[in-house]
T-cell receptor
Framework: NAGVMQNPRHLVRRRGQEARLRCSPM?????VYWYRQLPEEGLKFMVY????????ESGMPKERFSAEFPKEGPSILRIQQVVRGDSAAYFC?????????????FGEGSWLTVV | DQQVKQNSPSLSVQEGRISILNCDYT??????FLWYKKYPAEGPTFLIS?????DKNEDGRFTVFLNKSAKHLSLHIVPSQPGDSAVYFC?????????FGGGTRLMVKP
């Protein structure tokens, strides 16, 4: 049973370019979460999605960031017009049901470097 | 405001001894608590969890204690091993997401 799969593991983008991070949840999981870890900081919640729905995006920056979890295919976290401050590790996680009372499992992360 | 806090950024322990990692939370709506272990350049790995209806959960060398009245939980690792050296995050759940503490770096010396 494969775990949460993220790609790419490492991504380098120039300022102003777009970054797309992909996440396939664990088999049987329909709830996906994205977290960000800035250098020397903890994990910060960004967005929670179920298939075709954004449930909670209270942690998403208001501009340039968007997320989707289509009916078919992986969840995508998209960052437009990247800036140096977007350099971070982005972790996707999944669970069978909502986080309350359920364990959330994380992927290996995608490390974005903006040059 | 930080709803989940790990006040010790680092902890050093001798191999074979007990490691105790602490975590405090402020939101009384949290009802499920988890500990994750993280190595550099890897994702967090789930270790152990506890529901708010319990005060203790044990899994091998790992035990989590929950004190609801104090809004405090702790992770005990005994005996500690060098391979336990990592950053440990506590997390609390009570809504749509997990809220994480800032992490404690555990170093187990041989």
């Amino acid at each position: 049973n494969a775990g949460v799969m993220q790609n790419p593991r490492h991504l380098v983008r120039r300022r102003g370019q777009e970054a797309r991070l992909r996440c396939s949840p664990m088999k049987g999981h329909s709830h996906v979460y994205w977290y960000r870890q800035l250098p020397e900081e903890g994990l910060k919640f960004m967005v929670y999605l179920q298939k075709e729905n954004i449930i909670d995006e209270s942690g998403m920056p208001k501009e340039r960031f968007s997320a989707e979890f289509p009916k078919e295919g992986p969840s995508i976290l998209r960052i437009q017009q990247v800036v140096r401050g977007d350099s971070a590790a982005y972790f996707c996680a999944s669970s069978q049901a909502g986080s309350s009372g359920n364990t959330i499992y994380f992927g290996e992360g995608s490390w974005l470097t903006v040059v | 405001d930080q709803q989940v806090k790990q006040n010790s950024p680092s902890l050093s322990v001798q191999e074979g001894r007990i490691s105790i990692l602490n975590c405090d939370y402020t939101n009384s709506m949290f009802d499920y608590f988890l500990w994750y272990k993280k190595y550099p350049a890897e994702g967090p790995t789930f270790l152990i969890s506890i529901s708010s209806i319990k005060d203790k959960n044990e899994d091998g060398r790992f035990t989590v204690f929950l004190n609801k009245s104090a809004k405090h939980l702790s992770l005990h690792i005994v005996p500690s091993q060098p391979g336990d050296s990592a950053v440990y995050f506590c997390a609390s759940s009570g809504g749509n997401m997990l809220t994480f503490g800032g992490g404690t770096r555990l170093m187990v010396k041989p």
